[in-house]
C-alpha cells in the first residue's frame, strides 16, 4: 500500500487526519451550501470519514460497490476513494438540506451508503476527477495545519506535566458527575433559580454533549456530592457511585508517605 498512500496515513493515523480535513474543504468547495448546512445543525463528517479513510470503505458499502472503488484506486490512487464519497454525499445533497438534526444527517449518509449506494449508481453518477495539481495542494496545507495542532497539543501535555504533580493528575481523571442531575434538580426547586434549572437540565442530555465541558470546566466544591469516576472507564460502568466528601481529594496525598520518618512516626 506504500505507492499508494502516504507512509504516515496509518501512523498515529497522521494521514488519516489530513484527508479528513482535506475531504471537509473539498466538500465545502463543491457544495458549500451543504457544508453551510453542516455548520449550522452541527454535523461534523469526521464523525463517518475516520472509518471510511481507515478501512477505505471496506464494509461501509455494498461488496460490489467497494471492489469497483478498489479497482479505481488501485488503477490510480486515493483520490477515486474521495470521489467515490463525494458522489455518495451529491446524491444526498438535497435530503440532507432538509434534515435538521445532526443525528438525522449521520443515519441517513450511513444508511444510503450500506444499503443504496450500488454500482450502477457510482459509475452513473460519478462526480468529476479531483485535479493532482488541487488535491496535493490541500494535502499539504491540511498536513502543516495538522502538524501544527498535534505539536502544539503535544507541547501543552508536555508543560502540564512539567508543571504539575503526577498524583494530582491521576486525581483528576475522577471527576465530579453522578448525583449532581438530581442534586441540581432539587437545588433549583429550592432556590427557583434559572441557573441551577439549566444545571439540571444540561446534566440529563446525553453525556457525550456534556462530559467534554465537566472535564474542562468543573472544579471540585465541598457542597457538591462528587462522584469518584474515571472517564477512561465510563462504557465499562454506566452507573455512578456518588460520594459526598468533606475536604479536597489532594488532602490524601501525602509527600514521601513511605519514607523512614514517616513509618516510624505511625508506629
Known amino acids: 500500500m506504500e505507492q499508494y498512500l502516504p507512509l504516515d496515513y496509518f501512523s498515529n493515523f497522521f494521514g488519516v487526519h489530513v484527508d479528513q480535513k482535506v475531504l471537509d474543504e473539498i466538500i465545502g468547495l463543491r457544495y458549500p451550501e451543504l457544508a453551510a448546512h453542516f455548520q449550522k445543525v452541527g454535523f461534523i463528517t469526521e464523525l463517518l470519514s475516520m472509518s471510511w479513510f481507515v478501512q477505505l470503505l471496506v464494509n461501509k458499502m455494498p461488496i460490489e460497490t467497494v471492489n469497483l472503488i478498489w479497482d479505481l484506486f488501485l488503477l490510480d490512487d486515493i483520490k477515486q476513494v474521495f470521489r467515490a464519497i463525494l458522489t455518495a454525499i451529491s446524491q444526498l445533497h438535497d435530503e440532507l438540506l432538509n434534515l435538521d438534526r445532526f443525528d438525522e444527517i449521520l443515519m441517513t449518509i450511513q444508511a444510503f451508503i450500506a444499503d443504496d449506494f450500488g454500482p450502477e449508481m457510482l459509475i452513473n453518477s460519478l462526480v468529476p476527477r479531483i485535479s493532482s495539481e488541487e488535491f496535493e ?5 491540511h498536513r502543516s495545519q495538522t502538524l501544527q495542532t498535534l505539536k502544539y497539543r503535544l507541547d501543552e501535555s508536555r508543560v502540564r506535566v512539567a508543571d504539575q504533580d503526577p498524583r494530582r493528575q491521576f486525581m483528576d481523571k475522577f471527576f465530579a458527575l453522578g448525583g449532581l442531575q ?3 434538580a432539587e437545588l433549583a426547586k429550592q432556590t ?3 441557573e441551577h434549572r439549566v444545571a439540571a437540565k444540561v446534566l440529563a442530555s446525553n453525556s457525550n ?3 467534554p465541558q465537566l472535564m474542562r470546566f468543573y472544579k471540585c466544591d465541598l457542597s457538591w456530592p462528587i462522584c469518584l469516576y474515571d472517564f477512561t472507564h465510563r462504557n465499562l460502568n454506566p452507573k455512578f457511585n456518588t460520594l ?5 481529594l489532594t488532602r490524601l496525598l501525602v509527600d514521601n508517605y513511605f519514607s523512614e520518618e514517616l513509618l516510624s512516626n505511625r508506629a
Do not use: D, G
Open 209 to 211: 454533549v456534556f462530559i
Open 137 to 141: 495542494a490541500l494535502r499539504e496545507k
Open 182 to 184: 438530581h442534586y441540581y
Open 244 to 248: 459526598l466528601v468533606q475536604a479536597p
Open 192 to 194: 427557583n433559580s434559572e
